[in-house]
């Protein structure tokens, strides 16, 4: 693969390959590469690398029809809304219908924030485990992306999200 530099306003560096295909893309996504990585890779935007990368509208269609509309965790309905998400991430059977799951946005969000070792597979007693937190300040409530203690809230951005607030009279 060829990489091309372009100097863009700034002095910033951007790079473009002369080829990229579409089974090298989906190696760097099973390497655990972003799409915004693969993108600048790839000279194309991040929005097209999502398009290449999901499953064809009519198995999407399917897996949805499969569910019945209803998120495989929770059981909420989300119809032609829900997130598709791929079980196992292998090479062989990334878009198979087998491989895939209908999702809510939330389920799908809690999936993604477990880590997993070995590639197992998330189980709805793992996603019911994971510790939620609440800002004392705003009343926010939300999973951290790191498994350490957040240094602030997200919505209020104050650093004593887990401190009452005082009240002096």
């Known amino acids: 693969m060829e990489i ?6 700034k002095g910033k560096l951007h790079c473009y390959n002369t080829y990229v295909d579409r089974k090298d893309m ?18 194309i935007t991040r929005q097209r690398v999502q398009q290449l990368l999901s499953p064809p509208k009519e198995v999407r269609d399917y897996v949805i029809k499969k569910y019945k509309g ?29 491989n895939l799951v209908c999702l809510c946005i939330s389920c799908h969000r809690k999936r993604h924030r477990i880590p997993k070792s070995d590639k197992q597979k998330t189980t709805n007693k793992q996603i019911k485990n994971m510790k939620q937190y609440e800002c004392k300040r705003c009343g926010r409530k939300w999973y951290p992306r790191k498994p350490e203690k957040p240094r602030v809230c997200p919505k209020c951005k104050s650093p004593y999200w887990d401190l009452e607030r005082r009240r002096d009279v």
Do not use: P, Q
């Open 26 to 43: 989906l190696n760097m996504r099973l390497e655990g590469r972003t799409y915004k990585h693969i993108a600048t890779k790839a000279g």
């Open 70 to 98: 209803k998120c495989a965790d929770c059981d909420i309905f989300v119809g032609k809304s829900a997130h598709i998400h791929h079980d196992n991430s292998n090479d062989e059977n990334y878009n198979d219908i087998e």
């Open 4 to 9: 091309f530099m372009k100097r863009l306003d």
